[in-house]
């Protein structure tokens, strides 16, 4: 019940995505011109907002555009999440600098989180009309398709990805970690959305993804897609992800500990990583 609401409110907000793509956008700027918003952006959100409180009224409702800026207030919702019973978690696009720009690479990315466990993840591909999407013991699919990691052990066959978030000693801190683990796998991916490239760790295509900096609507729904395909996700401390976490590490977990070994020396403080 609840998957299919996550399903159709991220099929609803792709569609509208896509009759907006390469068309007329009104960009703005949010912290600084390495992170912006839409119209698209916070018309995909009401959307989806709209959808899911007239189905459930009395649940809770965590959307990136309506969170932004106030830092306080997220940091609570995110302390609380064990005591709520239902947590919508969405991100209207990911990937908006691609939308942006007119690159391909964007997705609406939705999660439930019940008591803090998440329990429903869709990921939604509007321009490929390919929905990825998990549920709490019971796997993860790519529309009719059961998926899983790689069981590839050996990180010179498998491409590994990454990405910048806009905060800079995030930037700084996958830069360096490129110039350590670009010479150790086949190659290295950015393509922009850390939601697909969640996805994409959780079908087979990558072995691993980390970032640094990132928030909690880029990567719930991820995380719950990559953990049932047989995945393992962490924090740069090697925990167990939890809802506050912003450095993370998602792979086939056979290399996880060997990823882990470079990037966690690299990690920025948390408390510095500006959190939008
Ligand atoms: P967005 O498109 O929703 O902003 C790009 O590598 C990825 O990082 C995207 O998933 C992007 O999400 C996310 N991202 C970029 N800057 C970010 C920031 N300051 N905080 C959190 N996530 C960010
Ligand atoms: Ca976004």
Redesign the pocket.
């Known amino acids: 019940m609840f998957l299919e609401t996550a399903k159709h409110a991220a099929r609803e907000a792709g569609k509208l995505i896509r009759s907006r793509f390469e068309a007329d956008i009104t960009t703005e700027e949010k912290?600084s011109s390495?992170?912006i918003v839409t119209d698209v952006d916070r018309a995909s959100e009401k959307l989806i907002k709209d959808y899911i409180m007239a189905s459930y009224p009395d649940h809770s409702f965590l959307g990136?555009e309506e969170s932004y800026g106030d830092e306080s207030a997220l940091h609570s919702t995110l302390e609380s999440a064990s005591k709520q019973p239902y947590l919508w978690i969405v991100?209207p696009?990911?990937?908006?600098?691609?939308f942006v720009h007119g690159l391909p690479g964007?997705c609406v990315s939705i999660a439930l989180a019940c008591y803090g466990v998440l329990t429903v993840g869709v990921i939604y591909d509007p321009l490929r009309d390919i929905l990825y999407w998990a549920e709490d013991g019971k796997g993860a699919w790519c529309g009719e398709k059961p998926i899983s990691v790689s069981s590839n052990a050996n990180i010179a066959e498998c491409i590994l990805s990454t990405?910048?978030?806009?905060?800079l000693r995030?930037r700084r801190a996958v830069l360096a970690s490129i110039q350590v683990l670009g010479e150790q796998c086949r190659t290295i991916r950015?393509f922009?959305?850390?939601?697909l490239h969640l996805a994409y760790v959780a079908s087979g295509k990558i072995a691993a993804h980390w970032?640094y900096?990132?928030?909690v609507?880029?990567i719930a729904a991820g995380v719950l897609l990559v953990q049932e395909a047989g995945g393992k996700v962490s924090n740069m401390s090697g925990k167990a992800y939890c809802l506050t976490d912003?450095d993370v590490l998602a792979s086939n977990t056979e290399q996880h500990s060997a990823l882990l070994a470079h990037l966690q020396p690299l990690a920025p403080q948390p408390s510095k990583v500006?959190?939008?």
Request: proline share 3%.
């Open positions: 912290s390495f992170d990136e991100d696009i990911d990937g908006t600098s691609n964007f990405g910048f978030s806009s905060d995030a950015s922009g959305s850390a939601a970032q900096g990132l928030s609507w880029d912003k500006n959190p939008f």
